[in-house]
């Protein structure tokens, strides 16, 4: 399974950006995909992830009501809209999927295939 993410950039505080992450592979459709961050020094974070069905996302509190992610199950791809940037949201962003098809989860460690990961810059 390969995962490629895309988007990023420079942003205010305040502003938005998406980021999408296409999925391929054999099964591709059967995964489950989170979006994690990191910054230097610190371990990655959770951010958000969505079953392969495109339903129960989950997030973390520190983004709940501001970012959503979806799922466009026909091109394998996941997408995470962020609003209401913050400063401490500035990080790389990376998507994953998990070992084993049909299930996603919260911990980084459950996740075996990464995509490289994309900038993510907000100006205070």
């Known amino acids: 399974v390969q995962l490629q993410a895309f988007g990023g950039g420079s942003v205010q505080a305040g502003g938005s950006l998406s980021l999408s992450c296409t999925v391929s592979?054999?099964?591709?459709?059967?995964?489950?995909v989170g979006w994690f961050r990191q910054v230097p020094r610190k371990e990655r974070e959770f951010v958000a992830a969505i079953k392969w069905s495109g339903d129960s996302p989950l997030y973390a509190d520190s983004v709940q009501d501001r970012f959503t992610i979806s799922r466009d199950t026909a091109k394998n791809t996941v997408f995470l809209r962020m609003d209401g940037l913050k400063p401490e949201d500035t990080a790389v962003y990376y998507c994953?999927?998990?070992?084993?098809?049909?299930?996603?989860?919260?911990?980084?460690?459950?996740?075996?295939?990464w995509g490289r990961g994309t900038q993510v810059t907000v100006r205070g």
């Open positions: 592979g054999r099964r591709a459709s059967e995964y489950g």
């Open positions: 994953a999927a998990p070992q084993t098809t049909n299930t996603y989860d919260t911990s980084w460690r459950r996740y075996q295939y």
